[in-house]
C-alpha cells in the first residue's frame, strides 16, 4: 500500500459549494475509487491560502494511474472545474507532495 499526497488549488469563494460537492460524491465515482484501490483518503482546506491539501492509500498505482482515462473521473473534473485550478483537459493542477516525516 502506498500513500499519496498532494496539493491543489480552490478558487476564492468556492470553499462552501467545493465542501457541498464532495458530501454529495456520486455514487459511481465513489465505487471507482473503491475499485481501483483508492483508501482513507482526505482532503483538507488552508482557508488562508484556498490550498487544498490530499491523503490517499493506493494499492495498485498502475489502476491509481489509469483514473485520467476513465469516463466519471473526467465528468467529475468537467464538474469541479469552475470552482478549482484545472488544466486544459479540465483535471485539477496538482502537485505531489514528498513524504519527509512518518509516525506508524
Avoid at 459511481?28 to 483538507?44: N, Q, R
Avoid at 482557508?47 to 489509469?66: A, C, D, Q
Avoid at 464538474?79 to 479540465?90: F, L, R
Wanted: net charge neutral; with cysteine.
Amino acid at each position: 500500500m502506498e500513500r499519496v499526497a498532494f496539493k491543489m488549488k480552490l478558487k476564492p469563494g468556492c470553499e462552501l459549494e467545493y465542501k457541498r460537492r464532495h458530501d454529495q460524491i456520486w455514487p459511481e465515482l465513489k465505487a471507482l475509487l473503491k475499485k481501483v484501490g483508492i483508501s482513507d483518503y482526505s482532503i483538507f482546506l488552508d482557508n488562508e491560502t484556498n490550498i487544498l491539501f490530499g491523503t490517499l492509500k493506493v494499492k495498485n498505482m498502475e489502476l491509481y494511474s489509469r483514473l485520467s482515462s476513465i469516463e466519471v473521473m473526467r465528468k467529475w473534473w468537467d464538474y469541479m472545474s469552475d470552482i478549482s485550478e484545472t488544466n486544459a483537459d479540465n483535471s485539477p493542477v496538482t502537485q505531489s507532495l514528498e513524504e519527509v516525516f512518518y509516525l506508524l
